[in-house]
């Protein structure tokens, strides 16, 4: 999990240089959600402490998400749906592709991100 996360080398910087998870587990013997020192530290904290933490819960929805929303190719917006995109049923109901349905989904994201922080610019 997490294991694309690049760790600096100061012996050889040519080399491509990315953390496995047992260069993430740091000798501790279990995954552990990022590169920071201080991150990991609070992950085994709570972890130690039994406690229901982010990192645990991303890696447990992996395996039950559904393949059209983790590929961002299932639209929700209208009553008609959901709309799944398949080479078989290339377009929605509404008559949007994958490309539009991807940028239409980012788009909202975004646009829920924004609004969400706007709060904190009065």
Known sequence: MFGFFKKGNQKNQNQ?????????????????????????????????????NVADRFEAMEKVRCKFCKEGVSCQLCSMGPCRITPQ???????????????????????MGLSAYTYHCR
Do not use: W
């Open 89 to 111: 049923t290339p377009r929605g109901v509404c008559g949007i592709d994958a490309h539009g349905i991807v940028m239409r989904n980012l788009l909202i994201k975004a646009n």
């Open 16 to 52: 491509q240089n990315f953390c496995t998870e047992t260069d993430l587990a740091q000798g501790v013997g279990v995954k552990v959600p990022s590169f920071h020192e201080s991150v990991n530290y609070m992950y085994q904290k709570v972890r130690e402490a039994q406690l229901s």
